[in-house]
């Protein structure tokens, strides 16, 4: 709330935001049962058994070779009843059409009672349905006419009854769905007339006019295939009539059906199978990956460090890898945000010292009338404002390295040549008493490779011209810094030695903090920040190298000077 008692927008805008992630977290594993990521798993692995047993579904050769194997049947039974109405019914035709027995090449005709007897008897054996024409094509008999003292009565068999409830529920199930798919509609149409004649059927005439048994399939209105053969029937090799045999496709349908129904019932099993894998590789994935999303949300929307990223790095997969980076990048972010406190602590503690001796000398210089104690309150004056220039332009330069680092684009450089040009231009000074650095051939290194690392060329040479610089100003003079670079294992590493008076007992690791500054005797204050070895802890550690400091302990056990060490990662 502002002093006018309104409420500022941006707080409400991220209580809203907040309040809005953990209700999400909350109520989302509730809400969405099945995530998308779960249903992508559940289709990809059901899209295979699910092809696969559609595409068996479709047995249209195994069809065919029942169908084959029926009409086989259908053609047989068709000939042994043909052969026996031959037999037993054929009579010797006069002009007057009164049947008489033999003279020699008479025309020979069928019988009408004694082949309905026959056709009858025999149809209902085979379980088929039979009707006999005659040399003209007319219907002589039909299996399903029964003759009555009221005329003609045709019987239709019933399909027979189902043993359960369950299995007539299935039935018509399949058929309205797979029996339905199934039918093929290029198939001729059958119609079943009252009377018909021998041109209504092809197989028919054929048996007739060239006395060849042919046979056809044709399809119902009601979905069901129907196959019929018709032979001729004979009297030696004189064509009396033709017999046509007919049979629904039930058989067909009922091992189509048992074919189609251990599929299924092996796919029902697959898919089982398949669902509850999907759903325990989609519980191993997606859920830990929905967990850490809401952690992470919470972690960003927390004002403190009370919610944390899960560790799942014990499950040894890319799942454990992630939360592991995560919680690495938080730990990171952490760090970050602390150094960037600590940081501005320390930035408001060092600016805060030049500035109170600033202020206190320019109060004093308006109240003090020697001149003498005036030019040395200016020159307090001057030395503090160039601290405070200095300081702030090395502050700027630390607050942007993360930044720069970050953004930068590395590339192979070598570090040799880098050393040795540092050290010319340190050498370039017409002070005779100024120590002199000095490039250390290893003879070792001779014939080696050359030292090659990735990284930003101006910041490595900051690096090293730190060191050298902190070197020079703790040596004695006209003393050696010895600078070394050479090899080991992985890494490249570079080695800053001088003759100074080594680094204070303790105190290895702390000469990198921020603001520390243990200058030697006789230097003048403030010339230096204590900036530049945290600067370039920072470089190497950004190039995931090392940096440490030793003191260089002669054979008799006495300081003889620091030793910095460099450790970057070569490029392979």
Do not use: C
Request: aromatic share 4%.
């Amino acid at each position: 709330m502002n002093a006018d008692g309104d409420i500022r927008l941006d707080d409400l805008r991220m209580k809203s935001e907040t309040a809005a992630t953990e209700a999400a977290g909350a109520r989302g594993p509730l809400r969405r049962l099945f995530s998308p990521l779960t249903l992508r798993i559940l289709a990809v692995n059901l899209a295979a058994p699910v092809l696969l047993v559609l595409g068996l579904l479709f047995l249209d050769q195994y069809e065919d070779t029942l169908i084959a194997a029926e009409l086989d049947a259908l053609r047989t039974q068709g000939e042994l009843i043909a052969a026996s109405i031959g037999e037993g019914a054929v009579v010797i035709a006069d002009n007057d059409a009164i049947p008489l027995f033999t003279p020699e090449g008479a025309m020979r005709v069928i019988d009408p009672d004694p082949a309905r007897q026959l056709l009858r008897r025999q149809a209902s054996l085979a379980r088929l349905r039979a009707q006999l024409f005659d040399r003209d094509g007319k219907l002589l008999a039909d299996s399903r006419l029964l003759q009555g003292p009221g005329g003609e009565v045709q019987v239709q068999d019933l399909p027979p009854m189902e043993s359960s409830t369950v299995l007539r529920v299935v039935h018509k199930v399949y058929d309205a769905t797979i029996g339905r798919l199934t039918v093929d509609r290029t198939l001729e149409p059958y119609n079943d007339q009252a009377r018909p004649n021998a041109p209504d059927y092809k197989e028919v005439m054929a048996a007739l006019q060239a006395g060849e048994a042919g046979n056809s399939v044709r399809l119902r209105n009601d979905g069901q295939k129907v196959l019929s053969v018709a032979v001729p029937v004979q009297f030696y090799k004189q064509i009396v009539g033709a017999l046509l045999v007919s049979r629904d496709g039930s058989n067909v349908d009922k091992r189509m059906f048992a074919v189609r129904g251990s599929i299924l019932g092996m796919f029902a099993w697959v898919l089982a199978l398949t669902v509850l894998t999907s759903l325990f590789l989609a519980g191993t994935i997606a859920r830990p990956v929905r967990q850490l999303a809401i952690s992470a949300k919470r972690v960003r929307d927390s004002k403190n460090r009370q919610h944390t990223i899960p560790d799942l790095s014990k499950r040894n997969d890319e799942i454990g890898e992630l939360s592991e980076a995560l919680r690495d990048m938080t730990e990171s972010l952490w760090r970050r945000m602390d150094a960037t406190e600590h940081f501005a602590a320390d930035v408001a503690h060092e600016i805060k010292n030049p500035l109170t001796s600033l202020r206190s000398a320019v109060e004093t210089v308006g109240r003090v009338k020697d001149p003498e104690q005036q030019k040395r309150l200016m020159s307090i004056i001057m030395d503090d404002v160039t601290r405070l220039d200095r300081l702030i332009s090395e502050i700027s330069d630390a607050s942007r390295l993360d930044a720069e680092m970050s953004r930068g684009e590395m590339a192979p450089m070598k570090i040799k040549p880098l050393v040795e040009a540092l050290a010319e231009v340190q050498n370039a000074t017409d002070n005779p008493e100024a120590p002199r650095v000095q490039v250390v051939e290893d003879t070792a290194q001779k014939g080696a490779p050359e030292l090659v690392v990735f990284g930003l060329e101006t910041r490595i040479g900051q690096v090293f011209r730190n060191l050298i610089g902190n070197a020079v100003s703790f040596s004695p003079p006209r003393g050696v810094i010895s600078v070394w670079a050479g090899r080991q294992g992985r890494y490249v590493i570079v080695t800053v030695e001088d003759q100074g008076p080594g680094i204070p007992a303790g105190k290895e690791a702390t000469i990198f903090s921020r603001f520390y500054s243990e200058r030697p005797e006789g230097e003048k204050f403030g010339t230096h920040s204590g900036l530049g070895l945290s600067i370039s802890k920072t470089i190497v550690e950004g190039h995931r190298g090392q940096i440490y400091a030793e003191n260089i302990i002669g054979d008799d056990g006495t300081i003889r000077g620091a030793r910095f060490v460099v450790l970057l990662p070569a490029a392979h």
